[in-house]
């Protein structure tokens, strides 16, 4: 009797361990912010950040521009004023080429990343951000969102407050 106990406790100890999870629960992407600066010329910033997905389902397709597809990185822009920040997105701007005003959203597509074994993602990257060069802010910022293909959101991040002048 002894031993059918033995047997049968090694045996749920081969099935508890030999059994592979599955991954239950979404993995959305998480990014941090690494770096805001202006470029060379101050007509736009370069935002660095890092970003980890865990189930690796970064980008889109270039046919997949509708709908949740769209876009898959948010940017909102913030201006200063008077000591309180004000949500500026879309940004106005003076088109003088035709005599009007524009509207400008900021949010971007990130590209597909090939991955057919879908390992985690990790890496850094970079994006050049329109700012409101039209009526130059004393102090602006950014907030970003990523969102993988699985269209889980990431955490929001939010860059240094920059200062144009």
């Known amino acids: 009797m002894k031993s059918v106990v033995k047997i049968a406790i090694i045996f749920a100890l081969f099935l508890i361990l030999g059994c592979k999870k599955d991954k239950s629960d979404p993995v959305p992407p998480v990014i941090n912010f690494l770096q805001a600066n202006f470029s060379a010329d101050k007509t736009y910033v370069v935002v660095k950040f890092e970003?980890?997905?865990?189930?690796g389902d970064l980008g889109?397709?270039?046919?997949?521009?509708?709908?949740?597809?769209?876009?898959?990185?948010?940017?909102?822009?913030y201006e200063k004023e008077n000591g309180i920040w004000k949500?500026?997105?879309?940004?106005i701007t003076w088109?003088?080429?035709?005599?009007?005003?524009?509207?400008?959203?900021?949010?971007?597509?990130?590209?597909?990343?090939?991955?057919e074994t879908n390992?985690?993602?990790?890496?850094?990257?970079?994006?050049?951000?329109f700012y409101n060069t039209f009526n130059i802010p004393d102090t602006f910022k950014y907030e970003i969102v990523l969102r993988d293909r699985a269209l889980h959101s990431s955490n929001k991040i939010t860059t240094s407050d920059l200062l144009p002048k």
């Open 87 to 91: 949500l500026k997105s879309p940004v």
């Open 119 to 129: 390992e985690s993602l990790r890496g850094e990257t970079e994006v050049n951000l």
């Open 60 to 77: 889109l397709k270039q046919n997949e521009n509708s709908g949740d597809y769209e876009f898959n990185l948010f940017v909102d822009y």
């Open 95 to 115: 088109n003088s080429s035709e005599n009007k005003y524009d509207t400008t959203q900021l949010h971007l597509r990130v590209p597909f990343i090939e991955n």
């Open 51 to 55: 970003f980890f997905d865990g189930d």
